[in-house]
């Protein structure tokens, strides 16, 4: 199970590097050879993924987790957004679009999905629906004794919970953002990218944020730590306008 899907189907959303850097899962059984296990390695290699072994106990649990209910909460949220008035989807930024992003995709295909692995799938979102009632309860009085404490800690759990996620290269590292207003003009991205080369700045990952109504963009550019201050002050020397910067 090649752990490398878009929310977009078909072959004209085909990619060639799809399967590069990413897992792909093989599951053996009692009857599984050696040999047949080297096949299925090689080609996933050939790929450019990387092999991981498991249980089929272990993937099922594993992709419940980290895509199933991940799609189901995003087509959720954005099932909602259906009796939003059209003045509240103007004020769309990009967290409601980071969170519903993957509610694009194809239901057939998801409805096949979820139906092969439904228990895995309702044990998540059983756990996630107590978390919810919880929070829901704590809302509907925020002043009761224990209601701000729920929802502190439910955030502060998600922070821990968002922290355990692999980054760049699978590792567990933190870094820094710096966000740099770019105008909706041809060759913008690339000369931020050709002048953050010129000063030795590595982009590590990139976010683009566009403004609804404004003919610029912002783009949060996450760096090593340490070198914001010598980042923002080589781009506001060479015109850029920087809008923010902060800690991953």
Known sequence: HPLAGRERGGAISARSDLFIGRPWVVCRDEGTSSADLAVVEGLALDLGAMPLEMTPEEHDLSVAYVSHVPQLVSSLLAARLREAPAPSLGLAGQGVRDTTRIAASAPELWTQILGANSQPVVAVLDQLAADLGRVTDALRDPDAAGSRRTIAD????????????????????????LVVMVNDAPGQLARLFSDLGDLGVNVEDLRLEHSPGAAFGLAEISVEPGIVAYATAGLEERNWRIAGMGND
Do not use: A, I, S, Y
Not at 157 to 177: I, M, S, T, Y
């Open 154 to 177: 439910t955030m502060q759990r998600g922070n821990e919970g968002v922290e355990r996620l692999p980054g760049k290269h699978g590792q567990n590292r933190r870094f820094e953002q």
